[in-house]
C-alpha cells in the first residue's frame, strides 16, 4: 500500500536554512531527511520518525477532529487536550450529570463514553500530485473556474486512490498554492470514547484570564479511545467493536524534561499565512481581525448572560462559547502584536526590495513585474467588502436555527450537482457524516439566545447599504425599532431548531423547500442566492491568488534562495525546539516550568482559579509520589518551548529527544499568537501540560491507576 513517491522527497521544500537551533518551521514529513535532528538536538533519525515502509513514530500519532492526539497504549488509548476533548464532555453532560464541573473516570471499558461526533485520523502515506493536478489548468479559464477545476480534479484522484486502497481515505492538500498538491492517505476511525477527563477547574484552570498566556497552571488533558469493527476496519460505534490496535504507541517518560532539554512535537497545525503579502496581513489586522474581536466577544457576553442564570444553558452553550472565547483573545492578541511588532511594514520593506529585484531585469519585469501590484488588488477588493461579508457571514452562524436551516438548504442546491462538483461535505463519500454532526449539534440549541443573537445581528446588518437592496433582509430590518420583535417572531414561527424537521428538510429538493410554511426558512432562502455569490467571488479570488501566488513563490525563490516550507494546512508536520524562557518585556524574564505550587497560589475558590478539593488534599498531603521535579521539589505543571505551532497543534504530543512523551502541547503565549504571521525566536513559545501532572492528576488525585499501568508506567 506504501506509495511513497521519491521523486517529492525534495519537491516540497523550494529551499530553506538547516539552522542548528529553532526556528521557523512546521515541516512536512517530505522533509525530514533534509533536517539535521542531531544539530537541532534529536537522537532520533528521519527514518525512526517517519517510514512509510515501517513502523515509525508516526504511526503513535493521529488527528482527534480539529487537534492532534497520540496513541499512548497498545489498546487505542489516545491522550490529547482537555479542551479537544472538551465537546464529548459536554455532550455527555447534564444538570445531573454535570462531567464538565465533576470530571469523568471509566472504572471499566464498558464505562467509555461514545462521542459520535469525533473521528480520529492516521497519516499513512502520501504522494506528490502536483503535475496531474495542474494539468487540469488551461491559460483561458477564468479564475473561477481554475479553483473549479483544480478541486474536481483533485476530487477525481482521491476516488481514484481509494479505489485503489480500500477501506482509506484519500485526500489532496495544497501545500504551495498553484504549485505543489500532495495526496495523502489517512485511516479514519469512528468510534472514539471518551476514557477520563480531570473537572474543568484542572482541565481549564485560569480559563479565558490565563488563555494565551504564560505562567500558566492549567492541566489541559484528556484520554479518549479509538474502536473499530471486531475484523479491525473503521466503523461507527457498536458495543462489539474492540479497541484499535495502533501500530505504534508512544512511550511515556514519567520523569519528564528539564530546562534546556530538546523537545520535538508531531501533530496536525491547521492555517498559516506567513507566505502572504503585507497587503493581506493589513486586512487581516485592519478588517478581519477587529471585527473577529467585536463580533465575538459580543455574543460571548450574550452566552455569559444566558448561562449565569440557568446551569442547563451554561452546559448547552459551553463548547460555543468556549471556542469563540479562545478565537476572540488570540485575535485581540494578533491585532496588538502584528502592530507592535510592525509585521505590515517589514513585509512591505521586504516586498519593495523584490519589486526592485524583478525590476532589474527587463525579462523578470515582464513575466513578475506586476505580480505584486496585482495581489494587492485582490486585497483590496477583499478590504473593500470585508465589513459586509463578514456580517453577512456571521448572522447565519451566530443565529444557530439559521445555520442549521442554511445546511438544508445549500445540501439541496448542492446534491442537485454531480458528486464531484459538490462542495466537499455534500459529496457522497462525506454527507452521511456531516448530517449526523450537524444533528447532533443541534442538541444544544436554545431559542431564548438565538433570538438575542439574531436580533443583534439584524441591528448590525442593518447599517449596511448592501442591506437595503436585499429584499428578505430589508423587509425585517428597515424598521429599525421593530427588528427585535421581528427577530422573535421568526424565532417563535420556526421549526428550524427541531432535529426532525431539519432531517426531513434534507431530503428535499430546493424547489420542495420554497413550499413550506416557515417564515425563517423563507428568510434564508430569500438569501440564499447572496450567499451563494459571495462563495463564488471567493472561489474566483482564490482562483486569481493561487495564480499569482505560485508566480510569486518562484520568483521570490529566484531573490532569497532560501526559506520557504509550506504554510499549515492540517497536515502531518515536525517542529523542534528547546525548553526555553522568554521575556515579554524589558528587564521581564519568565522561567519555563510552572508548578503545582502556582496553582495553590493563585487559587481563589471563584471559577476560572477554583481548585477541586481532591486536588488541594493530594497537596496538603504532600501525595507527590514520583511525579516531583528534582530541582524545583514540586510537581510540574506546564512547560514552555520554542517550538513553531499553531492551532491543531492542541493536543500534540510534545517528544523528548529519544522521541518519549513528556507532555501535551496546548496553547502559546500571548506574543505568540502572530506566530500565524511570523514565526521569531525572541517571542514565539509554545505552552505544554507536563506529563509528571498529567500522571498525577489521574493517578494521585482521581485514581486513575489503571491508566498508568496500561501506559506501562509502574
Ligand atoms: N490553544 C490553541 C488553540 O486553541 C493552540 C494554539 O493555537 O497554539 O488552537
Not at 306 to 319: F, L
Not at 352 to 367: G, N, V
Not at 553 to 572: G, H, R, S, W, Y
Request: hydrophobic share 40%.
Amino acid at each position: 500500500m506504501r506509495l511513497v513517491n521519491l521523486a517529492l522527497l525534495g519537491g516540497l521544500c523550494l529551499a530553506f536554512q538547516t539552522g542548528g537551533s529553532a526556528d521557523d518551521g512546521m515541516f512536512p514529513m517530505s522533509e525530514l531527511s533534509r533536517l539535521n535532528l542531531r544539530e537541532r538536538g534529536l537522537e532520533i533519525t528521519a527514518d525512526q520518525l517517519f517510514n512509510p515502509r515501517e513502523v515509525s513514530l508516526v504511526d503513535g500519532i493521529c488527528r482527534v477532529n480539529g487537534c492532534t492526539g497520540s496513541f499512548v497504549s497498545p489498546d487505542g488509548l489516545i491522550i490529547t487536550n482537555h479542551h479537544c476533548a472538551f465537546g464529548a464532555i459536554q455532550k455527555a453532560s447534564n444538570q445531573a450529570r454535570d462531567l464538565l464541573r465533576d470530571g469523568f473516570r471509566a472504572a471499566t471499558r464498558a464505562e467509555e463514553i461514545p462521542s459520535p461526533d469525533y473521528q480520529v485520523r492516521i497519516t499513512e502515506d502520501y504522494e506528490d500530485v502536483s503535475d496531474r493536478v495542474l494539468s487540469v489548468i488551461t491559460p483561458q479559464m477564468s479564475f473561477l473556474q481554475r479553483t473549479q477545476a483544480v478541486d474536481r480534479r483533485s476530487r477525481e484522484l482521491e476516488k481514484e486512490a481509494e479505489a485503489a486502497h480500500p477501506g482509506l481515505r484519500a485526500e489532496v492538500s495544497e501545500m504551495f498554492p498553484g504549485r505543489t498538491y500532495v495526496l495523502f492517505l489517512y485511516t479514519y476511525l469512528r468510534d472514539v470514547r471518551l476514557v477520563f477527563a480531570p473537572p474543568v477547574s484542572v482541565g481549564n484552570f485560569g480559563g479565558e484570564v490565563d488563555n494565551w498566556e504564560w505562567p500558566r497552571h492549567t492541566g489541559d488533558f484528556s484520554f479518549m479511545r479509538a474502536y473499530t469493527a471486531p475484523d479491525g476496519s473503521s466503523a461507527t460505534y457498536s458495543k462489539d467493536n474492540i479497541p484499535y490496535r495502533p501500530r505504534r504507541h508512544l512511550k511515556v517518560a514519567a520523569e519528564g524534561v528539564n530546562e534546556g532539554d530538546a523537545v520535538f512535537l508531531l501533530g496536525y497545525p491547521g492555517r498559516t499565512a506567513r507566505h502572504r503579502t503585507a497587503e493581506f496581513v493589513r486586512y487581516e489586522r485592519d478588517i478581519r481581525l477587529p471585527l473577529t474581536v467585536d463580533l465575538y466577544g459580543w455574543q460571548i457576553s450574550e452566552m455569559e448572560r444566558a448561562a449565569a442564570a440557568d446551569r442547563e444553558v451554561a452546559i448547552r452553550v459551553a463548547s460555543r462559547m468556549r471556542s469563540l472565547a479562545n478565537v476572540e483573545k488570540r485575535s485581540r492578541g494578533q491585532v496588538l502584536g502584528l502592530t507592535r511588532a510592525r509585521i505590515v511594514e517589514q513585509r512591505s520593506e521586504q516586498e519593495a526590495k523584490l519589486q526592485a529585484f524583478i525590476d532589474a531585469d527587463p525579462d523578470r519585469k515582464e513575466k513578475y513585474g506586476l505580480l505584486l501590484s496585482e495581489i494587492n488588488g485582490v486585497y483590496a477588493r477583499m478590504t473593500a467588502n470585508g465589513p459586509w461579508q463578514i456580517h453577512f457571514q456571521q448572522l447565519r452562524s451566530a443565529c444557530r436555527a439559521l445555520a442549521y436551516g442554511f445546511y438544508a438548504v445549500d445540501a439541496a442546491a448542492e446534491r442537485a450537482k454531480p458528486d464531484l462538483e459538490r462542495e466537499p461535505e455534500f459529496q457522497d463519500r462525506n454527507f452521511e457524516q456531516t448530517r449526523d454532526r450537524l444533528l447532533i449539534s443541534m442538541r444544544d440549541w436554545n431559542q431564548e439566545l438565538d433570538v438575542t443573537l439574531l436580533t443583534g445581528m439584524l441591528e448590525r446588518l442593518s447599517r449596511f447599504p448592501e442591506a437595503a437592496s436585499l429584499e428578505s433582509l430589508n423587509r425585517v430590518t428597515e424598521k429599525s425599532d421593530r427588528i427585535a420583535e421581528q427577530a422573535a417572531k421568526l424565532l417563535a414561527q420556526t421549526s428550524l431548531g427541531e432535529v426532525e424537521f431539519i432531517r426531513e428538510c434534507l431530503q428535499k429538493s430546493s424547489a420542495e423547500l420554497t413550499e413550506i410554511e416557515d417564515p425563517l426558512l423563507q428568510f434564508l432562502i430569500g438569501l440564499y442566492p447572496t450567499y451563494r455569490a459571495m462563495r463564488d467571488e471567493q472561489k474566483a479570488l482564490d482562483g486569481q491568488l493561487n495564480r499569482l501566488y505560485g508566480s510569486l513563490m518562484e520568483v521570490k525563490e529566484q531573490f532569497l534562495a532560501a526559506a520557504f516550507i509550506p504554510d499549515a494546512n492540517a497536515t502531518l508536520r515536525l517542529t523542534t525546539g528547546r525548553i526555553r524562557a522568554y521575556s515579554p518585556r524589558d528587564a521581564v524574564i519568565r522561567t519555563p516550568i510552572s508548578t503545582l505550587q502556582g496553582v495553590i497560589e493563585k487559587t481563589t475558590g471563584v471559577a476560572p482559579f477554583d481548585t477541586p478539593d481532591a486536588v488541594l488534599q493530594a497537596w496538603e498531603a504532600k501525595n507527590f509520589g514520583r511525579f516531583v521535579h528534582p530541582v524545583l521539589n514540586q510537581v510540574p505543571v506546564a512547560i514552555l518551548y520554542d517550538t513553531d505551532t499553531t492551532g491543531g497543534n492542541s493536543g500534540s504530543p510534545i517528544l523528548n529527544a529519544r522521541g518519549e512523551l513528556v507532555g501535551v502541547n496546548f496553547d502559546r503565549c500571548f506574543e505568540a499568537t502572530i506566530n500565524d504571521f511570523a514565526w521569531n525566536t525572541n517571542y514565539s513559545r509554545s505552552i505544554g501540560v507536563d506529563i509528571r501532572y498529567v500522571l498525577w492528576i489521574t493517578s494521585r488525585v482521581y485514581g486513575a491507576d489503571h491508566l498508568l499501568q496500561e501506559m506501562g508506567i509502574r
